[in-house]
Structure formats: C-alpha cells, structure tokens
C-alpha cells in the first residue's frame, strides 16, 4: 500500500510564478490535510478538504493561496503570484476518517523555494 | 485561538542519556499526537494519548497526558543516536485541526 504521495519534492518559482503543488492521499483515505513548516518552526495547518469538499481552510491565506481535491485526481494546493515568504516546506497528510482522532499519515513533502 | 507550546526547543544529550521534551496547550484537548520528524524528512506518527492521566510505552518511549488534558510528556530513557530528529506534540481540541508545537530537535552526541 503506497503512502501519501506528493509532488514535485523540490520546486522552485521566481516571485509573481505560480506554484502548484500535488498530494495524492494513502489508497482508502478521503480526508486530506495541507500543512506548511517554515525552517525550525512547527508544522502550521492550512486546510482540509474531503473530496470535492473544502471543510476547513481557516490557517489558509485569503489571498493567492487556494486548495482542491477534485472527484478525480489529487489535491491541488496552488499559490498564485509567489512571494520569498512563501519559501518553506509544504506536507499533505491523510486519513481514512474525519478529525483529530485518527492518525495522519503525512506525504514526505515539497519544498517551495522562492527567488 | 488554541496554542500548544513545547519546551526545550533544542536538547543536545550524550549517548546513553535521557531525554524529556514537554508539551503545554492553552486549552483542555481532547487528544494528543506526537510526531517524530528526522532531518530532512516528514513527520511519523509516533502515538496518540486520549484519555485523562495516560501513560503509554514504547519500548525506551514513555508518553504521558496530563490529568486536566491540558500538557504532555515524551520521555526517552538512555538516547541512541537513531532518535535524532525533532520531536512534536500535536493537539486536538475538538475540531479537525491539529495544533503542533514547534518541537524539541534532539541531537545525540555518540
């Protein structure tokens, strides 16, 4: 059973680029988690979504940041007009059910670098 | 909103040594995670604490939840150099998010 899967590992972006950054869930796993951790800091939540469903997208920036996970396919967390403080590591986890009570498997993430 | 603080920020331990890493939320949660994250890598699932006053093992790992569910111990009883990594507490208040602290990064010195 493949884990969360995420993609691309590294990406880099020059400031006002667009990034799109992919999560596919663990096989049986329709809640996905979005997750950002800036150098020696915490991992910061951002959204969670079930399919075709956003639930909560309260730690999520207002502006350019946008999130989906489509009936089909993985989770698109996309960042349009990307600033330097946009650099840091993106993590997806999933679980099979809803909220905190259940383990989250995290994706080995990707790492956004602004120029 | 919730905040979960974690003390020390950094631990460095000799070989052999314990460890101990402390978790404190600032509201009653309803359950706690905790994370190992190694250098360069994701974070693991490493248990959960549900009940008031838990204590749950694994092998030299001891895990603690409070008695007002409100703060957390991991303990490590004689560190190998194969538990470096940053160590996080992530509770749950009773909606879906979990809150992280910002972790213990643990280095053990051979």
């Known amino acids: 059973n493949a884990g969360v899967m995420q993609n691309p590992r590294h990406l880099v972006r020059r400031r006002g680029q667009e990034a799109r950054l992919r999560c596919s869930p663990m096989k049986g796993h329709s809640h996905v988690y979005w997750y950002r951790q800036l150098p020696e800091e915490g991992l910061k939540f951002m959204v969670y979504l079930q399919k075709e ?27 349009q007009q990307v600033v330097r403080g946009d650099s840091a590591a993106y993590f997806c986890a999933s679980s099979p ?11 080995p993430g990707t790492r956004l670098t602004v120029l | 909103g919730q905040q979960v603080m974690q003390i020390p920020q950094y631990q460095h331990v000799q070989e052999g040594e314990d460890f101990t890493t402390y978790c404190n939320s600032s509201t ?13 890598g994701h974070p693991v699932f490493l248990i959960q604490l549900v009940k008031s006053g838990e204590v749950k093992k694994q092998k030299r790992l001891t895990f603690q939840f409070g008695e007002a569910k409100k703060n957390s111990s991991l303990h490590i009883t004689a560190t190998q150099t194969t538990d470096v990594g940053t160590y996080f ?13 910002k972790g213990t990064k643990l280095s053990v010195i051979p």
């Open chain 1, 53 to 79: 469903n956003i639930i909560d997208e309260s730690g999520m920036p207002k502006e350019r940041f946008s999130a989906e996970f489509p009936k089909e396919g993985p989770s698109i967390l996309r960042i």
């Open chain 2, 89 to 101: 507490c992530a509770g749950e208040a009773g909606s879906y998010q979990l809150t992280f602290g």
């Open chain 1, 97 to 107: 059910i809803a909220g905190g009570y259940n383990e989250q498997f995290f994706g």
């Open chain 2, 28 to 40: 009653t949660l309803s359950n706690i995670q905790w994370y190992k994250q190694r250098p360069g």
